[in-house]
């Protein structure tokens, strides 16, 4: 066929995929879409100034890239500064249970981080992108901001490692206050902490690139630190150090104020007191010197700091020893003898416990030390291929760091006394870190390793931190953040940098190394519990784009390191735990209902999916209950032709009626087919949306195209809902206009909407004048809902008012019950049952019983009674007054609606909720068969029973007008329609005389079953 023609042979080259051609517009053709991938770069999130500096494509492998920048993360200031002591006070066991315990965490939150993090490109922005992308903007935000204040505490927990160093081991001299307390130490660390943060902000500010090049110069610090410790270890199996303890009977003394451990000391042959003597005695020595009585009754002894690894002092220091703040730390095998009175000011001299200790704390302070395994994913934007590297990476940093952290464990407790242990500060050591004069060779080179790569951490984190706080206010979720976005020129987040010096500021503040660190755990175990609850959610959900290159993951694991978070977060700090979480919950909340709506294919949606199908099948399973019945509506909202919602205050009145409880589905209909009126439909859907918004129904909105509007509302009744979540009660509009209309498809439509709704069983209200209804801004003060219950219809006329009184629209409204008495019923009684009946309803009302006993004038009867001689036995004519209400409404006409009642009525047991009506009905229906016998309502003609209706709509209006001209509302029961169609139009006019001189009106029509119960 191509080929028949030589002349045409150009026109096809290339047009081999003419088939397609019309498509090709809007989907691109596989061959320029693999074009596009293959030229694709990966550029940061919220900070491109790094990737536009650098030419080419970021190169950085697994070791450089990951698993450095990991090892940096982790080994740090609570291993120099806290280790010797948590291994100290806990013992061996203790130790490797809070070790294993948070590496087993951090492990199991990298596998999950991995799956996450190879399922798909990640851009930079790490974790904050993984968590948010995965569980939505909400979660995302929440986790966001607790990573965020999380690397933010941190600066601060390193700030103050590197100023506890500075002042206890490298200038002690330094200190601003000099008094020998607690207090004082706080006030030098706020004064010097503040200093350095200022400084470190300022060269975070100059430059990042500086604090890149140095990165290599801590690593190294921290990577030499280490080896010495090792290497120490070793030392002692050839040689120990030669740091000897001074122990006064079983108490430690700090040994910086003195040389020699004895209380004499010799020299040619005359004996004079040390120094340790004058630190405990006043006076001149051997003429009336006054001792401390626990320094005379007990010996001096020295013992080596560090006995080394053949010495079995492991045995010692297997189990922990918690105790008191303000406790003397003391050697329990070593004998001494008790004072009878403790002196408090020679104390000074002894070490002690400066805080209380026990488990949980040391689980709170130690965790910060396993933090750091996101360094690797927060690179991802720099790595050549950040799928491989960063599982392989972060893995293997974390199973590095567990071995040196667990293996640090044995070895102190293998080789170093266990009141050296327990002396944080190392006092009894002339005032050394415990960890240093393990090291080799000098303890010089854990205090230089130790202090650089605090100062590393800390530069790390006041850059870090503020770029994640960019990343986002960037993403524009949380609207409050949005300033925090803006930076210099060249991307730097200034403002960001400011907010993170000021939070770093608090934690400064705080002055203590041990009250920061459980602050710091919280925030990094809340971030770890949803990336393991993002891992978990997607594998359980099988969402189809979850395809991780990382294939070494399970659910159970995630929910495992999910479990194992919650447990560390309240084990450490419960009071923390509850702050972090109402941090997260009030975060969380502010996006839902302030942020930014962001659809980023969370796995929340695909859970909230799951969760909705399983609850829907559910709801199929069983019929509802009476006790859990509630008007689910379909609101038939009409259209102007700019396709704005012509009565706004129908949704207004929903939102009162339903509180935003249960199901609304506002719905219209547009005439036309859906290929023309296709974006009309959804312009139309729009604009119902915003007019929910306006006035804030909770619901679903919907627009069907249909050849006519009688079909369109036909199908959305019919179909409307899904399984069990359908409704069972249409709201809608009167037509005012039907009279004035030039056609009479208002009519028409009205009244075949009623007929619908009757066969399909569900319930119908009708608002007239529905546009003086009152907003929801309004508040009542005052007045009555009234409810003119005539027949009854399965107490949908009572459950109403009641629902509306809920609302803050409504609550000052009193709820008023009026029913008819006729001619042969007890009005006295039947008040005095009507009132039982709401009473076991539980319904707070006034009752009032009307009578209409001369229902028609003379005039009217005498004319029915002679036209009717002809064609029916005299007892008619005598029967007309007492059942003309009934007939009004409770009409034998309405077949299906009717007859479902009556089956109701028939099949109900005794002593259910229809209490007095039940009789009056099955009276009625005797009186019928003895006046009227097998002849229908219907075989009269229409002006006759027209007449009838007229004369009994007239005078019911004149009960009703007289009785609630000045409600707020009143509720009237719907006759039904007729079965003839020729008397719609007199239907109509029935309805209109009903309700006439009255200004706001419910029409309800009960869907043919019971809604209100009186059991519990």
């Known amino acids: 066929f191509i080929n028949s023609d030589s002349d045409r042979e150009p026109y096809y080259e290339g047009k081999n995929m003419a088939l397609f051609e019309e498509e090709i517009d809007s989907t691109p053709m596989v061959a320029s879409l693999l074009n596009k991938l293959a ?9 491109r100034e790094h990737e536009e500096a650098e030419d080419g494509v970021p190169q950085m492998g697994t070791f450089i890239g990951v698993y450095l920048p990991c090892m940096q993360n982790i080994l740090g200031v609570i291993l120099f500064l806290r280790l010797t002591w948590i291994v100290g006070t806990a013992g061996i066991l203790g130790s490797f249970a809070i070790v294993s315990m948070c590496c087993i965490c951090t492990l199991l939150t990298a596998i999950s981080m991995s799956a996450i993090a190879t399922n798909g490109v990640v851009p930079a922005g790490g974790s904050y992108y993984m968590i948010s992308r995965s569980l939505g903007p909400e979660f995302g935000g929440a986790v966001g901001l607790c990573l965020y204040l999380g690397t933010t505490f941190a600066g601060s927990l390193y700030i103050l490692g590197t100023i506890e160093i500075l002042l206890t081991y490298i200038v002690p001299t330094g200190i601003v206050f000099k008094e020998n307390n607690s207090e004082a130490m706080h006030n030098n660390m706020r004064v010097y902490g503040t200093c350095c943060l200022v400084l470190m902000a300022l060269v975070v500010f100059v430059g990042v690139k500086y604090v890149n090049k140095l990165a290599l110069v801590f690593l190294s610090c921290v990577v030499l630190s280490i080896m010495a410790t090792y290497a ?55 003429h009336n010197e006054t001792c401390d009585e626990y320094f005379t009754l007990n010996n001096l002894t020295e013992i080596k700091a560090i006995p080394g690894l053949q010495s079995g002092v492991i045995k010692d220091n297997l189990w922990g020893d918690y105790g008191p703040a303000g406790t003397v730390i003391e050697k329990k095998k070593q004998s001494s003898v008790a004072a009878q009175v403790p002196s408090e000011e020679k104390n000074m001299n002894y070490v002690f416990n400066d805080i209380t200790t026990y488990f949980t704390l040391l689980v709170g302070i130690y965790f910060p030390s396993v933090t750091g395994i996101m360094a690797g994913s927060n690179r991802s934007g720099d790595l050549r291929d950040a799928q491989r590297s960063i599982p392989v990476g972060t893995i293997l940093a ?11 464990v044995v070895l102190f407790g293998a080789c170093i006394e266990g009141v050296v242990l327990r002396d944080k500060f190392g006092y009894s050591v002339k005032k050394n870190p415990v960890i240093g004069i393990l090291a080799w060779p000098s303890p010089w080179v854990i205090v230089i390793g130790s202090f650089f790569s605090c100062c590393g951490a800390g530069l790390q984190s006041l850059t870090g931190a503020p770029r994640l706080l960019q990343a986002i206010a960037r993403d524009g979720i949380i609207p409050f953040l949005q300033v925090f976005g803006h930076g210099k020129a060249n991307g730097e987040p200034t403002w960001a940098l400011l907010l993170t010096v000021g939070i770093c500021e608090i934690g400064i503040l705080i002055a203590s190394l041990d009250d920061v660190a459980p602050i ?11 990336v393991n609850l993002a891992c978990a959610v997607q594998t359980l959900l099988r969402t189809p784009n979850w395809r991780p290159r990382f294939k070494f993951y399970h659910w159970t694991l995630s929910f495992l390191g999910m479990s194992l978070c919650l447990s560390l977060m309240f084990v450490s700090s419960w009071y923390y735990a509850l702050v972090a979480v109402v941090i997260a919950g009030c975060i969380y909340k502010y996006i839902e209902y302030r942020g930014a709506v962001k659809e980023w294919g969370d796995g929340i949606r695909g859970l909230s999916l799951n969760a909705a199908r399983y609850a829907l099948i559910r709801l199929e399973e069983a019929p509802l209950h009476t006790k859990n019945w509630r008007p689910q509506v379909l609101v038939l909202c009409k259209l102007e032709s700019d396709l704005q919602v012509k009565h706004p205050r129908l949704l207004s009145f929903t939102t009162q009626l339903k509180a935003g409880k249960g199901l609304t589905i506002v719905c219209s209909v547009l005439e036309g087919t859906y290929m023309t009126r296709g974006n009309d439909a959804k312009a139309a859907e729009q604009s119902l949306k915003s007019a929910m918004a306006a006035e804030r129904t909770k619901g679903f909105s919907h627009v069907v195209v249909s050849s006519n509007l009688r079909d369109g509302f036909s199908i959305l009744i019919q179909s409307a809902g899904l399984g069990g979540m359908k409704h069972n009660a249409v709201l809608m509009a009167w037509p005012a206009g039907w009279k004035q209309a030039q056609d009479s ?30 907003s929801n801004q309004e508040r009542l003060k005052e007045g009555t809902i009234d409810v003119w219950w005539i027949v009854h219809d399965g107490g949908l006329l009572m459950l109403l008012p009641f629902l509306l009184s809920q609302h803050k629209v409504w609550r000052k409204c009193q709820m008023r019950i009026f029913t008819v ?12 049952d009507l009132q039982m009946f709401l009473y076991h309803l539980r319904l707070d009302a006034k009752v009032e019983v009307v009578e209409m006993i001369q229902s028609i004038s003379d005039v009217s009867r005498g004319s029915i009674k002679r036209k009717k001689c002809s064609c029916a036995p005299p007892l008619y004519a005598q029967c007309i007054p007492e059942e003309e209400v009934a007939q009004l409404i409770h009409d034998r006409n309405t077949a299906s609606h009717s007859s479902a009642n009556d089956k109701a009525v028939s099949a109900a047991p005794d002593g259910v909720h229809m209490t007095w009506t039940k009789e009056k009905l099955i009276n009625e229906r005797n009186k019928q068969r003895e006046g009227m016998g097998v002849k229908d309502m219907f075989n009269m003609k229409p002006n006759q029973s027209n007449v009838r209706r007229m004369h009994t709509a007239v005078k019911l209006n004149e009960v009703v007008v007289k009785n609630s001209h000045s409600s707020q509302l009143v509720l009237l029961n719907m006759p039904g329609p007729p079965k003839n169609k020729q008397g719609d139009e007199n239907y109509m006019e029935f309805l209109e005389v009903l309700m006439e001189g009255l200004d706001r009106v419910l029409l309800v029509r009960g869907g043919g079953r019971e809604v209100i119960t009186i059991y519990s």
């Open 398 to 408: 974390i199973l590095t760091t567990s071995f040196i952290y667990i293996s640090f």
């Open 39 to 47: 030229n694709y770069t990966n550029l940061t999130q919220g900070v």
């Open 520 to 530: 710091l755990s919280m925030f990094f175990l809340m971030c770890y519990l949803f």
């Open 745 to 774: 498809s208002a009519r028409r439509n009205f009244i075949e909407t009623v007929r619908e709704t009757t066969a399909a069983h569900q319930a119908l209200l009708v608002a007239k004048n529905i546009d003086r209804f009152p």
């Open 232 to 286: 120490g270890v070793i030392n002692t199996l050839i040689k120990p150090p030669e740091f000897n303890v001074c122990l006064l009977g079983n108490r430690t003394l700090r040994n910086e104020n003195f040389e020699i451990c004895a209380k004499t000391d010799t020299i040619k042959n005359n004996t004079i007191p040390t120094e340790l003597w004058s630190l405990f005695c006043s006076g001149q020595y051997s």
């Open 821 to 832: 008495a006729q001619m042969d019923d007890n009005s006295i009684q039947m008040k005095k």
